[in-house]
């Protein structure tokens, strides 16, 4: 049994961070991969866009309704502070025309390295190759067993990530690992995905964007919320930044509108009838004058 003040379950970023800003004594940090990291080297295709320039109330406005739930975090430790933490260690940045902020050298691989020298620095210990079997919590402390050992420590920080990446470990392993402490789950549905329709018929624009197009979502023919942002056709339905962003808000039969002719129904209604109207008289015209 190897006894430590703080556990990281997962050696991502948020659990690389977590543990270099621990104020324990002992700390070691059990990742399940064979290399912390993994899926930090293929983020942003291995560019590793880390974080986004402005002002961080700025931030707020892109978490929907959870926004309130983030922004002590988001307060406690800004954009501003994380460009610094990493500047300070020597890593030049770059911000693209869009506000994305990236190292210079366009490597995922630097923020990594830093990470990872900064846990060498406070005598971290990663033990990878570790996966977690069973988290349990007694009266004084948590016991964890491993694959490879067993593990006891008084604080126990969950950083496993979500279920959306498999093969890069992100497989929802911290969701039971929570629930057997006794955590309530909120069941996790995708977010930032493109959109499969069924009978989905204009598979035939695959590969054709649209800017700035105004979405509506409904369900039980209720609108429910809006948005706007551009958008792909796919061979299966719909994606592009603009579907992207507005992708959690979706469930399974809910319905999609889009206006790409980007006019107020009514109106562009309006004016075709006149339009036809006028075409017509004007084909009526053409046609007296022939007789």
Same mark, same amino acid.
């Given at each position: 049994m190897q006894i430590f003040d703080t556990l990281i379950i997962g050696g991502g970023p948020a659990g690389l961070f977590a543990a270099i800003h621990c104020q324990s004594l002992k700390i070691a940090v059990l990742e399940k991969n064979a290399e912390p990291g993994k899926k930090l080297l293929i983020s942003g295709s291995g560019q590793c866009n880390f974080t986004h320039e402005g002002d961080i109330s700025d931030f707020l406005s892109h978490y929907g309704s959870n926004f309130r739930f983030l922004k002590p975090a988001l307060r406690k430790f800004t954009n501003i502070q994380l460009m610094n933490f990493f500047t300070q260690r020597g890593l030049e940045i770059i911000t693209d025309k869009n506000g994305k902020v990236f190292p210079a050298s366009l490597r995922s691989s630097d923020i990594l390295k830093i990470l990872t020298g900064e846990c060498v620095k406070h005598n971290i210990s990663i033990f990878s190759h570790d996966a977690v079997l069973t988290v349990e919590k007694t009266a004084d402390e948590f016991l964890i067993k491993t694959t490879a050992d067993k593990y006891s420590c008084k604080n126990l920080i969950i950083a496993t990530g979500g279920m959306s990446y498999p093969s890069t470990g992100s497989t929802g392993d911290g969701y039971h690992f929570a629930k057997r402490l006794g955590h309530s789950i909120i069941p996790p549905k995708p977010a930032l995905a493109p959109v499969f329709i069924r009978h989905f018929t204009m598979a035939? &624009?695959?590969?054709?964007?649209?800017?700035?197009?105004?979405? +509506?979502? +409904?369900?039980?023919?209720? $609108?429910?919320?809006?948005?706007?942002?551009? /958008? =792909?056709?796919?061979? $299966?339905?719909?994606? =592009?930044?603009? /579907? &992207?962003?507005?992708?959690?808000?979706?469930?399974?039969?809910?319905? /999609? $509108? !889009?206006?790409? /002719?980007?006019?107020? %129904?009514?109106?562009?209604?309006? %004016?075709?009838? $006149? %339009?036809?109207?006028?075409?017509?008289?004007?084909?009526? %015209?053409?046609?007296?004058?022939? !007789?």
């Open positions: 035939g &624009l695959a590969g054709v964007s649209l800017h700035d197009v105004p979405i +509506f979502l +409904f369900r039980a023919n209720k $609108k429910i919320a809006e948005h706007c942002g551009d /958008i =792909g056709f796919t061979h $299966k339905g719909l994606s =592009g930044p603009g /579907i &992207l962003d507005f992708s959690r808000n979706i469930q399974s039969g809910d319905v /999609i $509108k !889009l206006n790409i /002719i980007k006019q107020n %129904t009514e109106n562009f209604r309006e %004016t075709f009838i $006149k %339009t036809a109207e006028k075409g017509r008289k004007n084909d009526d %015209t053409n046609a007296d004058e022939k !007789l």
